[in-house]
Every structure is written in C-alpha cells, then in structure tokens.
C-alpha cells in the first residue's frame, strides 16, 4: 500500500528537474535493479507486487520495502508495461576525470546525443565490449532518464558516464581522438593502437563544429548501399567491434 | 483544411488492423517520404503545412495534395513532433521469393523481432550495407508500423521484406545460415564466404527452437565486459560490418 503523497513524489521523478532536485532515479524491472545490488549505488527503496522475499533479502537493512498492487504499480511506473519491480535509487556524485585513468585503453566520448534509446543503447553495447568510460557533452541526455535505464538492461552499474565540458576535456588528454564521421578514412584500415578516445556526434548535426579540430583521426564505417547515415549506436557498436576484434 | 472524418480515417491507419483493411501506410517528414517519390510505392496523399510547392510538384497528378495547419497536423500524426508532412502511401503486395535471387549474396532473416525501432534501425542498416531483402517470421513486428517507418529514416523503399513462414523458407534453400547465437564460433574468426543468410532471434527469447536446428554455423559476437546480451539491431549491425568489410 502507498500513499497518494507518495505516488506523486515517485512520479515527479520520472522528470529530469526533480530527479535532479530529490538526486535520486527509478530503475524497473528486478533483472535491471538486480545488478545494482552491491555495485555501490545506494538503493533507497523498493515497491514490488510479487514475492521476491530471497532476493530482496540481500539488500541493506536500510531499504525501504513495499509491496503493493500491480494497479499501484503501474501508477508509479514510467513504462508501458510496468515490470512487477520499481526501485528508486540514489543518483550518485558525477565522477571526476583522471587522465591518467583513461590511459593505454579506449573511452567513449558523446557529444550532445538527444535520444534515450540511443545513449542505453550505447551504455548496454559498452558493457558488453568492456568499455568502462564513457564522457559525455553537458547537452547530452540524461543518463538518469528512466527510458536511458531501460535500455541499458541493467548495465549502467558497470559503465561510468561522466558530464562535462567537451573543450576543456579534450584540452586535458593527449589522447588520439577518433572521430565517427561520414568522410574519413575505413574504419576497417584504421590502426587504432592501444589506446585512444571514440567521438560521436548529435543524430541530426553531428560533431559540433568547435570539436573538429580535436579529431586526430578521422574514420567512417564505408557505405555499400544508400542509407544517408546510421543511427548513432549503431555505429558506437561498429566502432567497439572493430577495436575488439583487433585487440 | 480536412475533414473529421478525413482525421479520423488517417488516425485509423495507426493501427495494424487498419492499414491491413485499408492497404495503406503513413510515412513522415519531407526528408523519408522524399525516398518514396519515384521508388515504386505508389502514393495516395500528401498532407503538408510548409510551401513544398517545388518538391511536390514532382509528384504524379493522381496524388491528393493538401496544404494543412500544424495543429491539423498534430491531430493526425503518430509522432510526438509532427515534421511538416504526412503521406498515405499504398502498402504493395509481399514480395515472392525466388530462391535463385537469393543466390550470391547476403540476406538478413529475422525470427520475431518486436521492437518497432529495432526493426526500423535493422532496415537502415541494411540500407547502408547494400543487403537487398529480409525475410522476417510471420510474428515479427509489421514494417509500416509508424515506429517502424520512422527508424528506417527513409531506407524502406531500397529494402524489401517479406514475411513468411521460416521454416519452410529455409526448407527452399541452401544457403549457409549464420545464426546470431551467444555460444557460437567467435564473429571475428567466421568466414562467410560469399553467401548466407543471418538469422537474428527475437529481443528476449533468442531464435525459436524450431529454427536452431536450420543454424549451419553458429555465430558469436565475443564479449569483452559483463552485459548479459547486446540489442537485436547492434548485432545484426556487427554482422552486416563483418561481412562487408571482408567482401
């Protein structure tokens, strides 16, 4: 059972201003909350309508737990189809970059992705080829939107995104800058070494103009058909594939 | 200006039941449904709200053209933010298959795919890789869904699908068949030869039971991090890059 008071807190977090204001977010499903058991996100509550005693009994003594009906779910929820679990979750401190924590391997860098299924997508496809960083424009989404959560399936625990000043960033690494664009060199004839950072743009603009001069390495996906782009995680995956298979 | 009952009509085709009753689809925004002009889609109507005059008139005389305003706009487009123009355009017969056009080259066969924008991304990834046809299960997501259309970002008229039923397609034809599995032969190390199809299994559940016995060679995207799997349209993506960038 929850109180009206506390449908309309929970809902006021499915928008950025309040999610920013209260610093906590809303992970669905018990696959996604799951895997932030114990990674260092402090769970501040629970609602759920099935029994999920045994795993619920490893969280904190200091988890707020509340069962409710599938009607009050779905209240709450920020999904179509409401998963049987909703969690809200402490938004932790942004992250300090250390140039020295990004050395001798390959980060992500977005500038100014608009779509949360792009930028989950994105997270969930680092995850997978074990990219732990990734830097993001301050005009890029929020991570902390809950359709961004959703699509990363759980991921976000092990990928850290920090938000930043894209300009001062670059200023501060001597690492190669490999740019995603539609006139630079295959990507398939690209040495990409041991190290380096991947910049992708904006789904419509692209690279900003003022981060241009940054690309020490400009690289394309080659085209075989007529497609005018690709969507931008798509190529992200293409980028972390490449990489991989040469590493 | 149009009708209540023209919206509602148009409002109708939203829905699957609908477009199948009435044999057509809506596409969205100037920049797609300028791919249509000329594709061999036949189209019945034009909604607009900007002066298109001089890229309108390249448009067959049987074609209704209506100048509208933004809030009739809004009323009858299935976006959240409508982009200055709606077409109706006839949804053509499903393309036979003919085993010997298959022959040579590669092909995308997807087993129930259910996300519209997983679809839409696999139709424009296709698209900028020059694969030509896929073959979709009967129980895969309807490709003149809006959401569908729209991921595409213009790329359905150069892509056909057709939608039958697999397992007797795969009885018609020996083409290799790569199967998008998470414990086949690592990707990096397959070689595809100079045809095949790829066969990629529904978001949750994988390729049917039904269908892994048809695999000829199972293929994986190897995992470098801890992500539990990787998005239908990301894998279908490595693979389209995987095999043209050996070709």
Not at 57 to 85: C, D, G, W
Not at 236 to 246: D, G, M, Q, T
Request: with cysteine; hydrophobic share 40%.
């Amino acid at each position: 059972m929850i109180s009206k008071s506390q449908i309309s807190f929970i809902k006021s977090l499915h928008q950025k201003k309040f999610r920013k204001e209260h610093g906590l977010f809303i992970v669905e499903g018990l696959k996604s909350f799951s895997e932030f058991i114990g990674s260092g996100y402090e769970i501040d509550s629970v609602f759920h309508t099935e029994d999920l005693s045994p795993k619920l009994s490893k969280l904190s003594q200091n988890v707020k737990i509340y069962r409710v009906s599938t009607e009050e779910l779905s209240k709450i929820s920020a999904l179509n189809t409401p998963q049987h679990l909703l969690a809200i979750i402490k938004i932790p401190e942004n992250p300090e970059i250390k140039p020295e924590n990004l050395k001798g391997t390959f980060h992500i860098v977005i500038d100014g992705i608009q779509d949360p299924g792009n930028l989950g997508t994105i997270i969930r496809t680092a995850d997978w080829f074990g990219f732990k960083y990734i830097i993001c424009s301050q005009d890029t989404v929020e991570v902390y939107n809950p359709k961004v959560v959703q699509a990363t399936m759980g991921s976000l625990p092990r990928v850290k995104l920090i938000y930043t000043d894209l300009i001062n960033f670059f200023a501060g690494t001597d690492l190669p800058v490999f740019g995603a664009l539609l006139d630079g060199n295959s990507i398939y004839k690209t040495d990409f070494g041991n190290e380096g950072l991947i910049l992708l743009g904006n789904e419509g603009k692209g690279i900003s103009t003022g981060l241009m001069s940054k690309i020490t390495v400009p690289v394309t996906i080659p085209r075989f058909g007529k497609a005018e782009s690709l969507n931008v995680a798509v190529s992200a995956s293409i980028f972390c594939s490449e990489i991989r298979r040469n590493s």
